[in-house]
């Protein structure tokens, strides 16, 4: 099954849900970090989440979500836009922890202290930077505590991801918002039933494992309350680095530390975060780059 998300409507307007698989995207950016199992569920549940939240924007608008806390993972950082495209990366991939109640200790190795950064660049003159204290430290659960409280718009996410020693062999999830303003006890009642409703549902990452699509998830959530479907989308696993934006960060050195990396006589090598992508840089690189920051200097 291809990655893609659906997004979706109560009839009366009052709720709107959004479900995806992610399956290919996350095992592509897990395959890239070399993650093991423990910290692959984390990058992927990071990573879906990033995708429904994407999913809320439009085109070329972007969302940044980072999870930095005192754990082993140090730090997962995700970027998604409007079209479907999202990539990611976890600081420390090689970590693995005993599982918690059977379950994957994503919530220990992100570290019961840190904060959740989201940034949103709505193509304005300055993004929106919204901060929380991770709630639970578990990622869904810290999502849906930030929109609730800091977008004042109450969430519901559910993120499953499942992964082995051979790779993920599953990831999906889901959103469900209540949209004001509530207009009386109809929709009252529809978002009690949805919060009932979740509350019981099956863990994600056996409802994807089942082979289950992203229209019969909300079709469960959203059983006997009308809905419409208003779009679907595909997701993929896509990187914006190139070697232009790679030239930026060395020029952001400065001609002090280009100069001492041409002294090593030695070609300079940076490797993207998102996609390990490597980009060689020759010491008449590395000159050329001197010159024009020197060029591009106030005389």
Do not use: W
């Not at 979706?8 to 093991?36: E, F």
């Not at 659960?141 to 609730?148: I, K, R, S, V």
């Not at 990187?239 to 930026?248: A, I």
């Amino acid at each position: 099954m291809k990655d893609y998300l659906v997004r979706a409507m109560t009839q009366n307007g009052a709720v709107r849900g959004l479900a995806c698989i992610t399956t290919r995207l996350v095992a592509d950016a897990c395959t890239r970090q070399s993650a093991y199992p423990t910290a692959a569920v984390a990058l992927g549940r990071a990573l879906t989440g990033g995708a429904l939240m994407g999913a809320l924007l439009k085109g070329e608008q972007r969302v940044a979500l980072k999870f930095e806390g005192n754990g082993p993972l140090k730090k997962i950082l995700v970027e998604a836009d409007g079209a479907g495209h999202v990539r990611g990366y976890v600081a420390a991939p090689q970590v693995e922890l005993e599982p918690e109640n059977g379950k994957f200790d994503v919530a220990g190795a992100l570290g019961r202290a840190g904060f959740l950064t989201v940034t949103k660049d709505l193509l304005l003159k300055e993004p929106y930077r919204g901060i929380v204290q991770f709630h639970t430290s578990e990622i869904a659960e810290d999502l849906a505590f930030y929109l609730t409280e800091s977008e004042q718009t109450p969430s519901a996410v559910g993120l499953g991801v499942f992964a082995d020693p051979r790779g993920v062999t599953a990831a999906g999830g889901f959103l469900i918002q209540s949209l004001p303003p509530a207009k009386g006890e109809v929709e009252t009642e529809v978002i009690d039933q949805l919060v009932d409703r979740i509350r019981h549902l099956p863990p994600v990452t056996e409802f994807v494992r089942s082979g289950k699509t992203p229209e019969d998830l909300l079709n469960l959530i959203f059983t006997d309350i009308p809905y419409r479907i208003l779009e679907k989308r595909d997701l993929i696993f896509r990187c914006s680095c190139d070697r232009e934006r790679v030239e930026r960060a060395l020029i952001s050195l400065g001609s002090e530390e280009i100069g001492l990396l041409i002294d090593q006589e030695k070609n300079t090598e940076l490797t993207c975060e998102f996609c390990q992508k490597r980009y060689r840089f020759l010491p008449e690189d590395l000159k050329r780059i001197q010159t024009e920051i020197a060029n591009s200097s106030p005389s």
